[in-house]
């Protein structure tokens, strides 16, 4: 059973506007959250993360919110550019009692227009 | 620092035969795990290491999959006899702690093609 659930295999976007990249957990152990982006024949790079004593981390053009009552966060990416077009990964580890190391999600193909 | 590094980049090989995937972890980083890529179930960790020890395999699929660390600086992975079911990426990290606070650095991946 997926602990980390991203249902959007892909999102079309038109530069210039905001991307909104979804992201749900099940397991309330998590505490700690982050955003990979990944491009073709590339590993997985980490982007930005927040953890659940927050509900918001900013980086540049990069939002991560975090939702813990809903178990849900997302990405905002605003502006979009070209070079945003990648997958990305939400994944998520716990402190204590939980997975080891990172949980991943399946993955979103963000496709930024021109 | 040149990153995680694995090799091959890729592997085409017949079902039945041994592969074996390497990785070099980041100098000094305590922490080695094996990632694996699939459309079906995205990122699943398949084992970790710590100071070259294995601590958790509990996500090697069978016992075909098999993975040491002789040392700090390198690791091996590898699948005897391969499937074509074993046709992913599969990626090697590296971290400072098993707590992700700086993400884990990942390698470039080995796509591996079971025929």
């Known amino acids: 059973d997926q602990q980390v659930k991203q249902n959007s295999p892909s999102l079309s976007v038109q530069e210039g506007r905001i991307s909104i990249l979804n992201c749900d957990y099940t397991n309330s152990m998590f505490d700690y959250f982050l955003w990979y982006k990944k491009y073709p024949a590339e590993g997985p790079t980490f982007l930005i993360s927040i953890s659940s004593i ?60 021109p | 620092d040149a990153g995680v590094i694995q090799s091959p980049r890729h592997e085409v090989t017949e079902m039945g035969q041994e592969v074996t995937l390497r ?24 084992i970790y290491f710590n100071n070259n020890v294995p601590i958790d395999d509990s996500g090697m699929p069978e016992d075909r999959f098999s993975a040491k660390m002789p040392n700090a600086s390198f690791s091996t992975l590898k699948i005897q006899p ?18 992700p606070i700086y993400g884990y650095t990942f ?6 093609t079971v025929v």
């Open chain 2, 82 to 99: 391969s499937e074509p079911r074993d046709s992913a990426v599969y990626f090697c990290a590296s971290s400072l702690f098993l707590f």
């Open chain 2, 23 to 46: 990785c070099k972890p980041i100098s000094g980083h305590d922490y080695l795990f094996w990632y694996r890529q699939t459309m079906m179930r995205g990122l699943e960790l398949l």
């Open chain 1, 54 to 113: 927050k509900d918001k981390n900013e980086d540049g053009r990069f939002t991560v919110f975090l939702n813990k009552s809903a178990k849900h966060l997302s990405l905002h990416i605003v502006p979009s550019q070209p070079g945003d077009s990648a997958v990305y990964f939400c994944a998520a580890s716990a402190r204590e009692g939980g997975a080891d190391g990172l949980t991943f999600g399946k993955g979103t193909h963000l496709i930024i227009q």
């Open chain 2, 107 to 112: 390698g470039s991946g080995t796509r591996l």
